[in-house]
């Protein structure tokens, strides 16, 4: 009887183990944004935002107050390994994944403000030296 049980109760747990695609994948981030570059002119504002090439989705730079720089991956928290889970959008701060919803407070290290997402979105290291914005992990 109880190896019965167990027989029954292992497929149970092995079937709702996380996959590798549950989460947001490590990727290795290595880039330098030089800003004072046209390309990058969008940023000179404190609450801007832009989206550049890298991470898993994509790359989120945003400026907050004076040289304040913070930097998320684009690939939504909520059910990641979709592939429209990114975010979209960025307006007044808030990115939007078009996918299923979620809102991110970005001058607040991504934290969600609407779900179903209940994590923030991924962070990467950022340090700012006049003019270069190194991104890593």
Do not use: W
């Amino acid at each position: 009887m109880k190896s019965l049980l167990y027989i029954l109760i292992i497929p149970l747990i092995f079937s709702t183990c996380n996959t590798k695609d549950d989460y947001i994948q490590d990727i290795y981030v290595n880039i330098n944004v030089d800003l004072n570059l046209p390309e990058y002119s969008d940023l000179q504002a404190s609450g801007s935002s832009i989206f550049i090439v890298g991470g898993v989705e994509g790359i989120i730079i945003y400026h907050g107050v004076g040289n304040d720089y913070k930097v998320f991956d684009r690939n939504c928290s909520y059910e990641p390994s979709l592939s429209c889970s990114k975010i979209d959008t960025v307006n007044a701060g808030i990115a939007y994944c078009g996918c299923c919803s979620s809102a991110f407070l970005l001058s607040n290290d991504a934290s969600v403000i609407n779900s179903p997402a209940l994590l923030p979105l991924k962070t990467y290291n950022c340090i700012y030296d006049d003019p270069i914005l190194r991104i890593f992990n």
